[in-house]
């Protein structure tokens, strides 16, 4: 195999976990060239992938089906004389356009009877593959083969040069020492830690000389505002005012991230920045953070992991009674290294 495509996922956090496949399929393929397909919000994290030779618009929204649209990408790529696709989503429509292209091998999970569509299908043993970074490296194998173990961790890339061009164009000043909080999270509010533990924590951070960032997307802009209102003077509200690219060079300069189970919090593990992940309505058994300096709080009550976008039983207990002088406590020995 000289060259092969990568159907990338639709979530930031999914995407950065798709990278050990990636190496292991370099590792297997010596010489091979790598392009990945991916929503314009992915894709910066896949042009940090040193894996990645180039990334292809995919401009199909979340939910769009557009059969045309997928027809006239597919003639596009055809031409491109890829070997091998390997399709991560596990919807139908993720597989068209590989399909319509006459990717000779397009592999993947079988996932929505994808029968024909995919022609090297996996079939996916939960108990066998219980990490999602585990289901994508094994795609790198032949279907049935047991996954070679370890998994490594994500990588991605920053370097002070990246740094310094991102602190320029945003006319930051480096600061001496930086706490970064990720607030928000895609999925729902159930995945949330309270904007007020937040603020509590920042009045904390700051005494001990930090300076406290705040990152997420425009959605999160709202709530990073209300942390500054609970927290005057002591916070940077950074959501929504960088580009994915930027947020991975800020976040490469933390001395610590305190985020919830969320994409960012998958970005800074694979910068190997120490992380404090704060689980609610969501299981580490899943998607952990990926990193030899994380560490997990979550308070396991009786109704969590429960999954759900919204608190089923209204009071959010899971978060809400996750204490900032817990949080605190855990991040000393981070901070203090």
């Known amino acids: 195999m000289k060259k092969a495509l990568i159907v990338a996922p639709s979530w930031i956090g999914d995407t950065i976990m798709a990278q050990p496949l990636f190496a292991r399929l370099h590792a297997k393929h010596p010489g091979l060239t790598l392009d990945a397909t991916a929503p314009r919000w992915v894709a910066p994290v896949l042009t940090r992938m040193s894996e ?23 003639r596009e790529l055809a031409a491109r004389g890829y070997d091998a696709v390997y399709v991560l989503p596990n919807s139908i429509k993720s597989a068209l356009v590989p399909f319509f292209a006459g ?93 007020a533990h937040f603020a509590d924590l920042a009045k904390r951070f700051a005494a001990s000389g930090f300076a406290v960032w705040l990152f997420g997307s425009p959605k999160d802009h709202a709530v990073a505002e ?14 929504g005012t960088t580009s994915l690219g930027q947020a991975v060079d800020l976040l490469a300069l933390a001395d610590l991230v305190v985020c919830n189970d969320s994409g960012l919090m998958h970005v800074a593990a694979a910068l190997d920045r120490p992380i404090i992940a704060l689980y609610g309505s969501s299981s580490p058994g899943f998607t952990p953070p990926l990193s030899d300096h994380a560490d997990i709080l979550s308070l396991k009550l009786d109704c969590s992991p429960c999954f759900k976008r919204e608190c089923p039983l209204g009071h959010l207990d899971c978060l809400n009674k996750l204490l900032p002088e817990q949080v605190f406590a855990a991040s000393e020995k981070w901070i203090a290294a």
């Open 226 to 239: 209300e942390i500054g209102r609970l927290a005057p003077g002591l916070t940077h509200n950074l959501c």
């Open 103 to 195: 990717i000779p091998r397009r592999i993947g999970f079988t996932g929505e009877s994808r029968y024909g569509l995919i022609n090297q299908r996996h079939h996916l043993d939960k108990q066998a593959l219980p990490l999602m970074v585990e289901r994508f490296a094994q795609l790198a194998e032949a279907p049935g083969t047991p996954l070679p173990r370890p998994v490594f961790y994500p990588k991605i890339v920053s370097t002070a040069a990246m740094q310094a061009k991102t602190l320029a164009e945003l006319t930051l000043p480096r600061p001496d020492k930086m706490v970064a909080f990720c607030p928000g999270a895609e999925y729902g509010p159930a995945k949330r830690w309270p904007a």
């Open 52 to 74: 990645i030779a180039e990334v292809i618009d995919n401009p199909f929204g979340h939910g769009q089906f557009d059969l045309k649209g997928r027809w006239r990408q597919g």
